[in-house]
């Protein structure tokens, strides 16, 4: 094999790696994505509904956290349901990363109160946080995904000048780019089934 045939059939298979990761989200993450990110925003804005009105103990935040996950998982299973095909890499990436995301956020919540501390200390370590996991996706899914990690950074610091607002504007930022993002993704899914309907079968 000669130096131009080995660099298009290195070109071909990037390609066919790119497109398989694309493929994978394109087909599982989508409109759970988009579900998700009405679910978390309300939660977010529920949240800071509780804190103005005086609510400063676990058991109200617990519960409604709980019926949000809950209901997350939910949506995931009845979604999933309906796809075909088995887990690949890239999704057990993307589950890892919220998996973790879910778990300190949980740790911190409860390590801020143990310690003491305002409630309202909570929500931009949430953002920096949901930053990591953001810009950890970038690895997998792209370079965009860095400048969402950028925007919650900058949500952490207008969230310790504004501290009586704070969840309101981590629901209405995560809302916002989550639903962006599985609406995208949600629509270059259909696009693809739509050029796979009509595309020429070979026999």
């Known amino acids: 094999m000669n130096r131009d045939d080995a660099l298009e059939a290195l070109e071909l298979l990037r390609r066919v790696v790119r497109e398989t990761r694309d493929d ?6 989508g409109v759970i994505w988009m579900v ?5 925003a309300a939660g977010f804005i529920a949240t800071g509904w509780l804190l103005a009105h005086g609510v400063r103990t676990p058991p109200a935040f617990v519960a409604l956290w709980s019926a949000v996950c809950g209901g997350n998982l939910l949506t995931v ?5 309906r796809r075909a095909g088995a ?3 890239v999704e057990t990436q993307l589950w890892a990363i919220w ?7 949980s740790v911190c ?15 931009p370590v949430i953002a920096v946080l949901a930053a990591v996991a953001y ?3 970038g690895s997998l899914m792209g370079r965009h995904w860095y400048g969402v990690g950028a925007l919650f950074l900058a949500a952490a610091l207008a969230m310790t ?5 704070q969840f309101y504007i981590l629901g209405a930022l995560w809302g916002a780019t989550m639903f962006t993002f599985g609406w995208l993704l949600h629509r270059a899914r259909r696009r693809r089934e739509r050029s796979a309907e009509v595309r020429p079968q070979i026999v």
């Open 24 to 29: 994978t989200v394109l087909q599982n993450w």
């Open 36 to 40: 998700h990110a009405c679910t978390n």
């Open 77 to 81: 299973a009845l979604l999933r349901r």
């Open 87 to 89: 887990r690949s890499f």
């Open 99 to 105: 998996t973790v995301f879910v778990a300190a956020v």
């Open 109 to 123: 919540a409860f390590l801020n109160y143990f310690m003491g501390l305002e409630t309202l200390f909570l929500g």
């Open 135 to 137: 810009a950890s996706m």
């Open 161 to 165: 000048l504004a501290p009586g607002v």
